[in-house]
């Protein structure tokens, strides 16, 4: 991942987590005033800089209906599996027809909720044990991780 801003990745890690949160208790993700032509129904999430691997850095735009990365675009009902890398700040988009595609950035955890809450209606895919990245509190010699 490029360097990025300390408090962007704070300010993405706080937005995923409580992003998170909300969608596990059955919310969904915010609409934001669009930046981008939508198509009728369409709802705009966010829009971000994101690197995306071979092609350098990219203005993400994600909606309920597709992924904007740069001039390429991803319609979500082509997805067919996403794999998210949250210690990486890295998510994996398999698609039908354009293959795989990865971004990695401060808001990609984010998006990968967001993602997920569309795709799925849940934070995470199915089957997935998510590994949040983020402040790490150091352990006493007698303690032991649960």
Not at 33 to 54: A, C, R
Not at 87 to 99: F, I, N, P, V
Not at 132 to 144: A, D, Q
Request: hydrophobic share 40%; charged share 20%.
């Amino acid at each position: 991942m490029s360097e990025y801003d300390p408090g962007q990745l704070l300010a993405g890690y706080r937005s995923m987590t409580m992003l998170t949160g909300f969608v596990e208790r059955g919310g969904r993700p915010a609409a934001v005033k669009p930046t981008i032509p939508l198509m009728v129904g369409e709802k705009q999430y966010g829009w971000f800089p994101v690197d995306v691997t071979g092609a350098g850095r990219r203005l993400a735009v994600v909606t309920n209906r597709r992924l904007i990365l740069g001039t390429e675009e991803y319609q979500l009902r082509s997805v067919t599996r996403l794999r998210p890398r949250q210690d990486d700040w890295a998510l994996a988009l398999e698609t039908r027809g354009s293959g795989t595609v990865e971004i990695s950035g401060p808001w990609v955890p984010w998006l990968s909720v967001v993602l997920c809450a569309e795709m799925y209606g849940a934070a995470w895919p199915p089957g997935y044990a998510p590994v949040i990245p983020g402040p790490r509190r150091r352990l006493r010699r007698y303690e032991t991780v649960q």
